[in-house]
């Protein structure tokens, strides 16, 4: 799927095309710094019905939400620096209890994730636009 985004409004018609497309429990978000990575997933809570704040968990690692079907982790990998980090926090466990995993910058642990299933959504932030695609 592929999706163009102008206004911060449109992120809510993403996720409203996204959420029936999840069927996995692990979505990985790939994109720069300032693309709508978080952005996006405070849109993405909104309509899971979180009333939890949703901010970025930089400096956290894993922020935990509550839904109505379950936990959701958030997690940024940007700091960590190899695959024994990203085992340090836990990641398995989060993984396997969890309704949904979404992991910012998952290039440190991506190849870890060889035969489970998954999601990811890329954003390239054009300028003006973002273009945002999702598999």
């Not at 949904?100 to 003006?128: A, F, K, R």
Request: charged content about 25%; proline content about 3%; glycine content about 6%.
């Amino acid at each position: 799927m592929q999706f163009t985004i102008q206004e911060i409004k449109d992120w809510q018609e993403i996720v409203d095309k996204i959420i029936p497309e999840l069927k996995h429990n692990i979505l990985l978000l790939k994109g720069n710094l300032g693309a709508g990575k978080t952005t996006f997933t405070q849109f993405l809570l909104k309509k899971l019905e979180s009333n939890d704040e949703v901010n970025s968990p930089t400096y956290s690692i894993i922020n935990e939400y509550n839904t109505p079907k379950g936990k959701v982790y958030h997690f940024d990998l940007y700091r960590l620096k190899n695959i024994e980090e990203v085992y340090d926090i836990g990641i398995e466990e989060y993984l396997d209890n969890a309704f949904l995993c979404i992991i910012e910058w998952p290039e440190v642990y991506e190849e870890e994730l060889y035969g489970l299933n998954y999601h990811t959504m890329s954003i390239v932030n054009t300028g003006d636009e973002r273009e945002v695609s999702f598999e």
